[in-house]
């Protein structure tokens, strides 16, 4: 059993921790209780955590608690979603609880579990039962106890894992909506992968092993050994994408090198990815990848001259190599943030997802728009960076999702230079309807509550589709439904699309508006956009419709209603 462990040791147990929930952040995705295809909980929790790792990756601590402190520093700022924001506070108190040991022990574990729990508890406004707080809060209990009994770090730890697992499984009994849907609390879950992941570390048991990670070997033919005859893809192509958005799903783009190549390996981070593959149509791929990102450098050699070039004792010809290009692009990204100095009173940041909605927001006098929304969560570091170029003494942030507004509000101590008001906008209209009422020679509490109240008076309606089977809310659910919500609630399911439509707009948050805004998302076309703002114009006759084009993913339509 091990007893204590050192920096070194704790940072081999975050690296594999970051793995075990990365291997399993699909499993912890479904765990979403509501059908639609929003269940990101396993990603959120796994970016989060994997920033951390990289950071643990690249340096080396002389004690654990300094160890502790870089973890938290980097769950902060990689935090996704609420359950990501979650997770860096229990790091955060974690870190605070052992900041001065070398080393760490059992109750020195056991008191920076409770820390960690304390500082959770603490930063969450309305902590509700049969969640990640509860399964934490009663798994560091548990480690207290064990911590009495044995001073060991490993049976401490194995302990907490088995209390927090009884209080997963409770999760079900204790909230209704968990109850209803039949499943554990997923926050809880990614809680405890991550916590066995750093049992397995501690006990020598291998990581799980992670396609697509950016230390994957990429495979280098072997010229020498083969004859130009025996290449069967000509070309040896490598290139760097600079990522439109983070969080790309790169599963088509490999389907599709598959198809037409082999030697396939695909490395990433949130900013780009690098394709390493052999094929007969290197410009294809090249042009297939643009769809996902902005081209930055490519190396594309033959493999046949140059074996037969080999073959006849010839100097091969070959393109420079790109490790002193990446180095150089590596540097870049590590370059300090812009920081813009301040040059009026006002700046405004907003997140949404879609081009039609940034352009709405840029022209509403929005200074910086991260992408992002539901399943494409920034980080606190990504809102942070745009706070930062943000060129005003006082920058509001306007979350537009609820899942973003505590990632947001961790940048309020952490931007040192700007005062950060961070807005509590649930939904894209309220956003808009914020940026409306924002007025530039107001003064800050005046500002603040005329936003505040112009949101407040949004009723948001959205239409997307279910992405499982379900019985929720007294609705019989198939995967592929068209589903309406209001104000985050399920409205109503339909298998006909214009039928949900006239349901909706028969409800009273439409029939009572004065003005209703249809934003139509990216797989509606412009003519099916206008239908339906004709059929909602006919069922609420006392409003004025408008129509534009939002570009927004998962949400077929999202509707503001004033």
Same mark, same amino acid.
């Not at 359950?83 to 109750?107: M, P, Y």
């Not at 060129?391 to 609820?402: F, Q, S």
């Not at 507004?405 to 807005?423: F, G, H, S, T």
């Given at each position: 059993?091990?007893?204590?462990?050192?920096?070194?040791?704790?940072?081999? *147990?975050?690296?594999?921790?970051?793995?075990?929930?990365?291997?399993?952040?699909?499993?912890?995705?479904?765990?979403? @209780?509501?059908?639609?295809?929003?269940?990101?909980?396993?990603?959120? *929790?796994?970016?989060?955590?994997?920033?951390?790792?990289?950071?643990?990756?690249?340096?080396?601590?002389?004690?654990?608690?300094?160890? &502790?402190?870089?973890?938290?520093?980097?769950?902060?700022?990689?935090?996704?979603?609420?359950?990501?924001?979650?997770?860096?506070?229990?790091?955060?108190?974690?870190?605070?609880?052992?900041?001065?040991?070398?080393?760490?022990?059992?109750?020195?574990?056991?008191?920076?579990?409770?820390?960690?729990?304390?500082?959770?508890?603490?930063? =969450?406004?309305?902590?509700?039962?049969?969640?990640?707080?509860?399964?934490?809060?009663?798994?560091?209990?548990?480690?207290?106890?064990?911590?009495?009994?044995?001073?060991?770090? #490993?049976?401490?730890?194995?302990?907490?894992?088995?209390?927090? !697992?009884? &209080?997963?499984?409770?999760?079900?009994?204790?909230?209704?909506?968990?109850?209803?849907?039949?499943?554990?609390?997923?926050?809880?879950?990614?809680?405890?992968?991550?916590?066995?992941?750093?049992?397995?570390?501690?006990?020598?048991?291998?990581?799980?092993?992670?396609? %697509?990670?950016?230390?994957?070997?990429?495979?280098?033919?072997?010229?020498?050994?083969?004859?130009?005859?025996?290449?069967?893809?000509?070309?040896?192509?490598?290139?760097?994408?600079?990522?439109?958005?983070?969080?790309?799903?790169?599963?088509?783009?490999?389907?599709?090198?598959?198809?037409?190549?082999?030697?396939?390996?695909?490395?990433?981070?949130?900013?780009?990815?690098?394709?390493?593959?052999?094929?007969?149509?290197?410009?294809?791929?090249?042009?297939?990848?643009?769809?996902?990102? +902005?081209?930055?450098?490519?190396?594309?050699?033959?493999?046949?001259?140059?074996?037969?070039?080999?073959?006849?004792?010839?100097?091969?010809?070959?393109?420079?190599?790109?490790?002193?290009?990446?180095?150089?692009? #590596?540097?870049?990204?590590?370059?300090?943030?812009?920081?813009?100095?301040?040059?009026?009173?006002?700046?405004?940041?907003?997140?949404?997802?879609? !081009?039609?909605?940034?352009?709405?927001?840029?022209?509403?006098?929005?200074?910086? @728009?991260?992408?992002?929304?539901? +399943? *494409?969560?920034?980080?606190?570091?990504?809102?942070?960076?745009?706070?930062?170029?943000?060129?005003?003494?006082?920058?509001?942030?306007?979350?537009?999702?609820?899942?973003?507004? *505590?990632?947001?509000?961790?940048?309020?101590?952490?931007?040192?230079?700007?005062?950060?008001?961070?807005?509590?906008?649930?939904?894209?209209?309220? %956003?808009?309807?914020?940026?409306?009422?924002?007025?530039?020679?107001?003064?800050?509490?005046?500002?603040?509550? &005329?936003?505040?109240?112009?949101?407040?008076? =949004?009723?948001?309606?959205?239409?997307?589709?279910?992405?499982?089977?379900?019985?929720?809310?007294?609705?019989?659910?198939?995967?592929?439904?068209?589903?309406?919500?209001?104000?985050?609630?399920?409205?109503?399911?339909?298998?006909?699309?214009?039928?949900?439509?006239?349901?909706?707009? !028969?409800?009273?948050?439409?029939?009572?508006?004065?003005?209703?805004?249809?934003?139509?998302?990216?797989?509606?076309?412009?003519?099916?956009? #206008?239908?339906?703002?004709?059929?909602?114009? !006919?069922?609420?006759?006392?409003?004025? =419709?408008?129509?534009?084009?939002?570009?927004?993913?998962?949400?077929?339509?999202?509707?503001? &209603? #004033?």
């Amino acid at each position: 059993m091990k007893h204590t462990i050192d920096a070194a040791a704790f940072q081999r *147990m975050v690296i594999h921790a970051a793995a075990a929930i990365t291997a399993q952040k699909q499993h912890i995705n479904d765990l979403n @209780v509501f059908p639609v295809p929003d269940g990101d909980t396993g990603t959120n *929790m796994s970016l989060t955590i994997s920033a951390a790792a990289t950071e643990m990756k690249k340096n080396s601590y002389p004690t654990v608690g300094q160890a &502790a402190q870089a973890t938290a520093s980097a769950l902060l700022r990689g935090a996704r979603g609420n359950s990501g924001v979650i997770l860096s506070l229990l790091f955060r108190g974690f870190a605070k609880g052992i900041k001065d040991r070398e080393t760490i022990d059992g109750r020195d574990l056991a008191i920076a579990l409770d820390f960690g729990v304390a500082a959770a508890y603490k930063a =969450v406004m309305k902590p509700a039962e049969g969640t990640i707080l509860t399964v934490s809060r009663l798994a560091a209990a548990r480690a207290a106890g064990a911590a009495r009994e044995e001073n060991c770090l #490993e049976s401490v730890l194995q302990a907490a894992i088995e209390e927090g !697992q009884i &209080a997963l499984d409770n999760t079900i009994n204790q909230n209704p909506v968990l109850k209803k849907a039949g499943v554990v609390d997923a926050g809880g879950k990614g809680f405890l992968v991550i916590l066995q992941g750093m049992l397995d570390e501690v006990r020598g048991l291998p990581a799980p092993e992670i396609q %697509g990670e950016d230390d994957a070997p990429a495979e280098k033919a072997d010229f020498v050994a083969m004859a130009a005859e025996d290449i069967t893809f000509a070309f040896d192509t490598v290139f760097i994408v600079r990522k439109h958005q983070e969080n790309v799903n790169l599963e088509p783009f490999r389907k599709y090198l598959n198809s037409i190549g082999d030697s396939l390996v695909i490395g990433e981070d949130d900013e780009a990815f690098k394709v390493h593959v052999h094929t007969n149509i290197p410009g294809a791929a090249l042009t297939e990848a643009q769809k996902y990102g +902005t081209l930055e450098l490519a190396k594309i050699e033959n493999m046949r001259t140059q074996a037969d070039d080999l073959a006849a004792g010839k100097h091969v010809q070959s393109t420079d190599d790109l490790d002193a290009v990446e180095a150089e692009l #590596e540097k870049g990204c590590d370059a300090a943030p812009v920081k813009a100095a301040p040059e009026k009173k006002y700046g405004y940041v907003a997140v949404c997802a879609g !081009q039609g909605l940034e352009s709405v927001f840029r022209d509403l006098g929005v200074d910086g @728009v991260i992408s992002g929304g539901q +399943t *494409m969560n920034p980080s606190t570091d990504d809102i942070l960076r745009e706070i930062d170029r943000t060129p005003a003494e006082t920058v509001i942030v306007l979350p537009n999702n609820k899942n973003t507004i *505590m990632a947001a509000e961790q940048c309020i101590r952490l931007c040192e230079d700007k005062k950060v008001i961070v807005l509590p906008t649930k939904t894209v209209p309220q %956003g808009i309807a914020a940026m409306l009422a924002a007025d530039p020679d107001a003064g800050e509490e005046d500002l603040v509550s &005329a936003m505040t109240e112009a949101f407040g008076r =949004v009723r948001t309606a959205e239409i997307t589709y279910a992405a499982r089977d379900s019985d929720f809310g007294g609705f019989a659910i198939k995967q592929g439904d068209y589903l309406a919500l209001l104000e985050h609630h399920l409205f109503g399911t339909d298998q006909d699309l214009d039928a949900l439509l006239g349901q909706l707009a !028969q409800a009273p948050e439409l029939q009572n508006a004065e003005f209703i805004s249809l934003f139509y998302g990216e797989d509606v076309t412009e003519e099916q956009a #206008e239908a339906a703002a004709t059929l909602i114009t !006919q069922a609420c006759p006392n409003a004025e =419709v408008s129509v534009l084009p939002g570009g927004q993913p998962v949400y077929y339509y999202m509707i503001s &209603a #004033e």
